[in-house]
């Protein structure tokens, strides 16, 4: 890992910025792909999956039957962590349910809020060589706190046409309406579009690979909403004298096992912690099965040492605003109080990453490339719109027409003016009755 110490703040920018992609190449690469899932439906989704997942497929949705016996296919102490998870998934969102407001501005006005579920909302689950189960119960759960209507979920099929037993048990534990052996740019077009098996969605969530991010923001400019900008996934430990070194490499190097292109940062305020944990990373990294990918990646990590500063740790960590952010320090909470930029924080030693990732509650879909400085990591919220309403009565517009009329005339929009005349009117009629 590259080793920092003490950088001037003039580095710090430079320092924070992640890899840039060439995203034009991207664009130029799935939007052809976009145009023939919208132009020729389920036949060009059977082609390209059989050109980039090398699958055969005659039905693209999973059957009733193969839902049900994915259960029959996974171990005991599977099921039971999964159910154990949704558990806490469940718990923790369903304490977001958002409470209606009813306010009265002035006299006779009243305004109200409420939340409302997303009619239609598409999950994207990356399988390959690691199948994220977890991100079903993480986009799925939520989606049927919120009262979402219809519940799609694409993931990449196997070359024989299968799909993770996990995948599937976890799909039907969380309510998933339908489920389609679809991967790639493909799978977001046909949530985007919609197809002759593939209903459009409203909202498409999940993480993927490049090609599946670049296919979200494209069909987000004019077809569907999406969840957030996204990149490679992300970890910094902010640590100091009191951090147990081994617990920080392993969670540096869980993050780095994600792919070559994830990043891994210790920040800490303790010179021997920095040589300790970089030690330890090595000692770890060695027998990982995972050991390739884990390697190139914390090649191009960072450790970044303010010796005894903990504030310029701290702003430093606001500008870098990680995806993830654990803070292993004797005051924990304290140094939390003043993080404002992060995805999702873990307090103190024996708060890992991977207790968010999988079961403790939280929700593990989050902002990555420095977008937590204005993005929220997945919530409740993400499935609901507000709606407002508000209504007026005939007593209270004496008082409250001049206030529109005066403002619309300012604006010389005259017809905002003449309905809200019209109404004074009348509301003065039926008043002196």
């Known amino acids: 890992m590259n080793l920092l110490i003490n950088p001037p703040r003039v580095q710090w920018q430079e320092l924070a910025e992640r890899p840039l992609f060439d995203l034009s190449s991207l664009f130029a690469t799935v939007q052809p792909i976009l145009n023939e899932v919208r132009t020729h439906g389920d036949d060009a989704l059977r082609d390209f999956e059989k050109r980039f997942d090398h699958a055969e497929l005659t039905d693209l949705a999973v059957s009733a039957s193969e ?38 501005t002035q006299p006779g006005i009243v305004c109200e809020q409420r939340a409302v ?4 909302v598409g999950l994207y689950i990356p399988g390959g060589t690691a199948p994220l189960f977890s991100t079903v119960l993480m986009l799925a759960i939520p989606a049927s706190i919120a009262g979402c209507k219809e519940i799609v979920l694409c993931t990449p099929p196997a070359p024989d046409g299968s799909i993770h037993p996990a995948i599937l048990f976890t799909a039907k534990l969380c309510g998933v309406s339908k489920v389609f052996r679809l991967g790639g740019a493909q799978a977001i077009a046909a949530m985007a579009y919609g197809t002759e098996s593939v209903p459009r969605v409203d909202k498409i969530f999940g993480p993927g690979n490049q090609y599946v991010m ?51 940062v210790l920040v800490t305020t303790n010179l021997s912690v ?58 924990y909470r304290e140094v939390a109080s003043h993080i404002h930029s992060a995805g999702s924080v873990f307090l103190g030693n024996y708060s890992c990453e991977s207790a968010g ?17 204005s993005y929220s990591g997945l919530c409740l919220d ?18 409250f027409a001049p206030i529109v009329e005066a403002m619309a005339t300012a604006e010389q929009l005259d017809a905002h003016r003449e309905a809200m005349r019209l109404r004074r009117l009348a509301a003065e009629a039926e008043n002196a009755k």
């Not at 970089?278 to 010796?307: C, G, H, M, W, Y």
């Open 357 to 373: 990732d999988y079961a403790s509650g939280t929700n593990h879909t989050l902002p990555t490339k420095a977008w937590a400085r």
């Open 117 to 120: 579920p997303i009619e239609r």
């Open 382 to 399: 993400s499935f609901q719109r507000k709606l407002t309403l508000q209504e007026l009565n005939p007593k209270s517009l004496a008082a």
């Open 214 to 264: 670049a296919a979200k923001q494209l069909v987000s400019l004019s077809h569907v909403a999406i969840d957030m900008p996204a990149g490679p996934s992300e970890v910094e430990v902010l640590a100091d004298a009191t951090c147990q070194p081994a617990f920080v490499a392993a969670d540096l190097l869980s993050q780095a096992e994600h792919g070559i292109d994830s990043q891994a």
């Open 274 to 331: 920095a040589q300790r944990v970089a030690e330890e990373t090595a000692r770890q990294l060695a027998p990982l099965p995972r050991r390739d990918i884990a390697e190139k990646s914390i090649a191009n990590s960072r450790i970044i040492v303010f010796e005894n500063d903990m504030e310029s740790a701290i702003a430093f960590t606001n500008l870098y605003a990680p995806e993830h952010l654990i803070i292993a320090t004797e005051d």
């Open 67 to 104: 839902l049900n016996r994915a259960e029959t296919n996974l171990p005991d102490t599977l099921t039971a962590a999964i159910r154990q998870a949704h558990h806490n998934i469940t718990k923790f969102h369903e304490a977001q349910r958002f409470e209606p407001i009813v306010v009265e």
